[in-house]
């Protein structure tokens, strides 16, 4: 009998925990006039394709909340991607997606005040 682990996800969740956040992030980035259908679905086809086939084969849905920094920003490229591609964004498209949104994420970084 095949062993298999399960993932959970709340069922407060519409489709992805980390969509609501990919989308918010990249509609904030590239200023989009408006929020569509579309968005929703390229975010949840994007968190679905950083689940590799072994972690399918061990029946998770989602990836693993040890990476839920770097699967939010990359569910959030492709989010932006598509604002670029339907031309809903009210700034100029970079040449480097990837860099330029990661350029505007928050960074925790405290100086030690310490004596």
Do not use: C, G
Not at 68 to 95: H, Q, S
Not at 101 to 115: C, G, H, T, V
């Amino acid at each position: 009998m095949k062993k298999r682990q399960t993932s959970k996800t709340h069922h407060v969740y519409a489709v992805s925990p980390f969509e609501p956040t990919t989308i918010a992030l990249a509609v904030y980035v590239t200023r989009a006039k408006r929020v569509t259908d579309e968005m929703f679905i390229e975010a949840a086809k994007a968190t679905a394709d950083q689940v590799t086939d072994e972690q399918r084969e061990k029946s998770l849905l989602f990836p693993p909340q040890s990476n839920v920094l770097e699967t939010e920003v990359t569910t959030a490229e492709r989010v932006a991607a598509l604002v670029f591609e339907r031309n809903l964004a009210r700034v100029d498209k970079p040449k480097d997606i990837s860099a330029w949104l990661r350029a505007m994420l928050y960074k925790p970084e405290y100086k030690d005040y310490r004596p």
